[in-house]
């Protein structure tokens, strides 16, 4: 029976061979084997003191290292302003920055490393902290800024404003695993939305002739504006910059925004933000490669410039994206299509880590503490109490319009009849000839560019090479005794231009012979670029910038068009007044800010006007005539048929 059982079991194991369903020999047999899930974990880095991109190039980025360094340890900011101050030009010099770095101590409203080379500023643990001042990095070359917390840094201190600002000619600087943020809002209900965006400004921002910089294992949070790379679309430098590493969140725009030049943005982990991330603006190209992109909107794009910019898009994740066409013109990533090339001249593969594993790196690694420091000394002695002096009353707000009207007023007149250089351009208010002075920049006395007409109008144009600085001063122009209130009132006849370009700066500072503490000035930009233009009065609104009949607001002044602008100031102390606006002779205010705390004074001497371009954008405009006093602080009505005869166009205040 068991014979029969196996015999019968055999048959059918042949049987069941023989179905033509089977494979057959030669038949390829495929199996797919299941895809295992990509790898997010952290990799391990155990070398953080590599410089790599831009600013390994050309030497690389030393900073304060060498043999024969200086080190100091600070803990205040008047110690770190002294080492840089007294620095040894022939020896690197290491700042470790051992406590909380402020205004109060440092005495100032900005560190600036300004004309000097080979310098670290290096938080020591994670005891580094930079609290509402940041850096001013000025014609400064081989500079690095390492393990510091620096946040609500603010725009109105006299100082660039941002937590990090770069302006060239500088280059070989390195910003390594730093902190750096602001806030989102601000607890002041009075403000415009407009206002609280501008109550801080960048955190790390790169302007003029900046290359060979390095941004890496940073935090950037917290911001509206949060890195600029080139101040408008006339700052036209070869920029080099490489950010990596990076963990950029709860942001609004920026991340960065880069005008011209090369940019190389890898391994950055971006976690929301609010309208948009890489602006690729006027011919830029950054390659953009292996970044984790989360939660936001239009992470790649070029939007807002006169000319686009470019990108290579290389093995990016793109995670809960949401993409918005902008204007005609503007073009954004959401086809994952490349718009350019970048090779980039150095290596930097050792540090590239894959595309999947950037996340949890960068959230391991970026920000302070992460470093190897020496270790403190211990904290830093605590701040000896201020002596409290008695509070003086506050002064009581004095009226825009002076009590009586005048009958006649002394002018200082401008009649552009000649640039403003030409030995008698100006009549002073005693009926004497003057003229204004061409300013200098780093030593260089700047070029002029005012061209007389010669129809008894000045052009000022800076569209040619917008780095460019002209400005025409006047001193003493109006009494500096200390007493107060003062008044100021100022007539300009300007006509705009077509070519959506920045029209004139107009700066006044109000200082005293005598004074020692913080007096005023006023800063006017007429501004004809797009949604900007309108009357800007910068910073002049209890530390935030004011725009009067701004294009993208109701009532939007054409400022193409030839007008009188017409400002008065009411001074009741140094540093607080009254500014009114008015247009074309109309009695009615434009604007009027009331018993605000008016722009600090670069110093507190300082009393001059200034016509021109003071910064990197690129202004045009007609100048008919200009005329001040400060006799009072007249409206359009009390000037009526009061003007200098023969000056130009003044329609409006006519008799």
Known sequence: MYQKTLLTLLLSSLLVGCNNNDPVEGDAVIITPPVAPPNTSAVILTDLDTVYGYASEEG??????????????????????????????????????????????????????????????????????????????????????????????????????????????????????????NSLTVDDTSLTLDQVKDYYDGLI????????????????????????????????????????????????????????????????FYDGAIESGINSRMGAVIRVEQNHFANMKNPVMSMFSQQVGYWQLIDNIFENITWEPGAPGSVIANDNQSTGELNVPYRYQQSLIPVHQVKETVLRYAGVGKINTPPSPGLCPAPAPAPVEPEEPAP?????????????????????????????????A????????????????????????????????????????????????LRADGVYPKYFTLLMGIKGNNDGQRMLE??????????????SRLKIVLRGDGNNAGIQLENANNGSSVTLGKANEPDPLDMTQYRVYHFTVALSSPTTGNVAVYVAGNNTPLGVLENVTMRPASNATDNYLQ????????????????????????????????????IGDIQGYEN
């Open 60 to 181: 690389g980025t030393t900073g304060g290292s060498g043999e024969n360094r200086v080190e100091v340890i600070a803990c205040t900011g008047e110690e770190i302003i002294e080492a840089l101050k007294s620095k040894d030009p022939a020896r690197p010099l290491t700042i470790w920055v051992n406590g909380t770095i402020t205004l109060q101590n440092a005495k100032d409203t900005r560190i600036d490393i300004k004309d000097i080379q080979d310098v670290s500023i290096i938080g020591l643990g994670t005891q580094g902290e930079m609290a509402g001042i940041g850096f001013n990095i000025v014609r400064a070359r081989n500079v690095i800024i390492r393990n510091l917390r620096i946040h609500h840094v603010r725009a109105n201190m006299n100082a660039p404003g941002d937590g990090i600002s770069i302006e060239g000619p500088a280059s070989h600087i390195w910003i390594d695993h730093n902190e750096l943020y």
């Open 430 to 477: 005693d009926g004497s000839a003057s003229q204004f002075v061409l300013q200098q920049s780093g030593g260089v006395t700047e070029p002029n560019l005012f061209t007389a007409n010669g129809n008894g109008t000045v052009t000022f144009d800076s569209t040619a090479a917008g780095a460019d600085r002209s400005r025409a001063k006047i001193e003493s122009i």
């Open 396 to 428: 009581e707000p004095v009226p825009i319009d002076p009590t009586l009207p005048p009958t006649q007023v002394d002018w200082v007149s401008y009649s552009a009849d000649t640039d403003p250089f030409t030995a008698g351009a100006l009549i002073l």
């Open 611 to 646: 016509l021109g371009d003071a910064g990197n954008s690129s202004y045009k405009t007609d100048i008919d005539w200009v005329i001040w006093t400060d006799a009072g602080a007249y409206t359009p009505t009390m000037l009526k048929g009061l003007l200098p005869p023969g």
């Open 205 to 268: 921002d790169a302007k003029g002739d900046a290359k060979h910089i390095t941004i890496s294992f940073n935090k950037f949070h917290n911001s509206w504006k949060t890195s600029l790379v080139g101040s408008s679309d006339s700052d036209n430098y070869e920029r080099t910059l490489t950010y990596h590493h990076n963990h950029w969140y709860n942001v609004n725009s920026r991340l960065p925004l880069f005008r011209f030049g090369k940019g190389h943005i890898y391994n950055n």
């Open 506 to 519: 107009t700066e006044i500072a109000f200082g005293d012979t005598a004074a020692t503490t913080p007096t």
